[in-house]
């Protein structure tokens, strides 16, 4: 017998154990998902956006992942493998998809032990200085505590890990269910502190709040659903599991579901429905303690945070469960080594993989501490990492249900006429609303970024798109680095004479430069640097002439200074520093690109703006006619539009004397316009 042979058979004896039942098998989507947690950080930042609407915004949530759960119900009720994506996939899709989705999802399951680890020193942490017992602890030890607790009831056997992810999960659900019944009573009662009241107004939006805006309050609820699919990573350890899987998936979104839109519920009517309430709840840094603390006690408030400490270990270990699982499924299929893929013969748990998994969220953890990260946004970091990641895997698991049903089941989604076609009618509707809805959540992801501040960067991207898809415009990417030195690609050097920092050098720009022009033909190059002429609308307009624009951004400590020799032009957006020139060029890509023909919707936008002619834009109205005793000037209502057209010319050069004198030194008035200035027909000019 073979090395080999031997090898596999001392594999094979190591292996995962079918001993789990509905009950434990639900108990792994309850733990990642974490409800309490998620209830005690996620309601926030969607009260800031739709003031009372939270649960509304939680409620859509609800209904979408529920859409996009159907493709794991229905193909987990015909495959099941540790692996979870990876196995249904790869069955579906084929194997390279299968291997990309169980990456996607050990990533996500990876990502998100990093991020319980700080999840649990928050809480705990928490916890431990409202009682008094360890005065501002610090997360990190807190942390490493429980994440050896988790690995040891990871490693023990199965059956008792997930009855203590249930156990951990009731404890503290159950805590935030008596809370949510306290101020349910007291508001329906009339006594709640501030003279809250019952209502069901939360789920309609308040006057002026855009739907747009609940829709991406969603975005949060669609986080608090993440690891939903979780019960699938059992699916070789599970009695039954064509049977029990599906169900613990279903049951697992359907519970958190209504579970997250109740407590969302009860915390928009705790704080009030008023100015003052969605103030204090969109501003308040422990909800759920803030209101424990107000409805019941400082005794609850200290229960709720044991509670969330609870849930957040709970998600720990479930997310530690999953992930070992699948990189199990990875290494039992030969990736990097088969001993992945080996189960401890005394528990039947995934213990080498265990290891890995386990070691990845510690160091990720630990390396944030010692960076002196603070523990939110320890948490928040591979968080949202992993939820990237899920969102792949989400999408993946779709499209694997997808082909299923076309390739492998071979009957019409809507022919109702033979047996079955009503439930297949059912699943073509799922089908495009799951698309929908995991469309929408990728989007709502991208839209978070708002919050950060980058949101602005949606609609210029969106229009530049549009742009290139009509073949308007086109953009293209080159890479120095592909033009680098040597068998690291080098591309910056230190800079001679000493200095601080480092200097690109120019054999790697050149050859990128020449590789453009050896593709594309000639073009007008641009050097993005401090020291270049002003970027204005002038400038803008003169390169929107131009047939073909190259711009090389710099970075580091800037370019070495023969690359200006190979430009035709330098170029500075302003007086201020940039880390590198990628957002100077995204500014001279828009400004210019908006001025190509077809691009705007409008071709008569681009003239009217600031600017265009050395003036300011005049002042726009929309409707109301009168807000708070303000009235819109009665010239633009008179449907006059030559009087219009003078007002608003009028108004144009006012305002660029009043504001941008600066303007006016490099475009002196003409006559028309000091005839305009000095006319007094306009009372109700600016």
Known sequence: MSDAVVAHEEYVKGSLRRELRFWEAIAISVGIMAPTAAMALNGVAPAGLVGRAVPLAFLFAAIAIALISYSFIRLTSYFNHAGSTYGLAGVTLGPRSGFFAGWALLATYSCFIAANIAEVGLFGGNFLDSTGIWHSPEWIVISLVAVIAAWLLAYGDVKVATRALLSFEGISVTLILILIVVIFWKVIG???????????????????????????????????????????????????????????????????????????????????????????????????????????????????????TLSAFASLLGCAAGASRILFALGRDGFITRRLGDASRRTGSPANALVVVMLFGILMATALRINGTNVVNAFFYPGTAGVLSMLIATVVGWSAYRAYVRTFERRALIELSVPGGGRELFAGVALGLGAFAASIAILALVGAYRAVGLGAVLPVVLALLSAIAAGTIAVHRTNP???????????????????????????????????????????????????????????????????????????????????????????????????GGELAAAIVLEATARLVPGVLGCGQSAGDESFSAGRLEYPQWTRPATFQGQAVPPVLLSGDHAAIARWRRRASVRLTRALRPDLLAAHPLTEEEQELLDSDDDPAGP
């Open 190 to 308: 009339g006594t709640a502190p501030s003279g809250q009241s019952f209502s069901l107004k939360p789920f309609v939006p308040a006057s002026g709040i855009p739907v747009g805006a609940v829709a991406f309050a969603s975005v949060f609820g669609l986080l608090s659903f993440g690891g939903f699919e979780g019960a699938a990573a059992l699916g070789e350890e599970t009695n039954n599991p064509r049977r029990n899987i599906p169900m613990a998936i279903g049951w697992a979104v359907a519970f958190c579901g209504i579970f997250y839109v109740i407590v969302m519920l009860a915390q928009s009517l705790g704080y009030g429905i008023d100015a003052a309430g969605i103030k204090a709840f969109s501003t308040s840094s422990g909800p759920l303690g803030d209101l424990s603390k107000s409805y019941v006690g400082s005794g609850m408030e200290d229960a709720i945070n044991f509670g969330a």
């Open 481 to 579: 680095r592909d033009f680098g030195l040597g068998n690291y690609r080098q591309v910056d050097d230190t800079p001679y004479g000493g200095g601080p920092g480092m200097i690109m050098r120019v054999e790697p720009i050149a050859g990128a430069l020449d590789a453009i022009a050896a593709a594309r033909g000639p073009s007008h190059r641009i050097l993005l640097t401090p020291r270049g002429r002003r970027f204005d609308q002038e400038v803008a307009r003169a390169l929107a002439a131009r047939p073909r624009l190259t711009l090389l951004c710099g970075r580091y400590e800037g370019v070495d200074e023969r690359v200006g020799a190979l430009c035709d032009d330098q170029i500075s957006v302003g007086d201020f520093v940039l880390a």
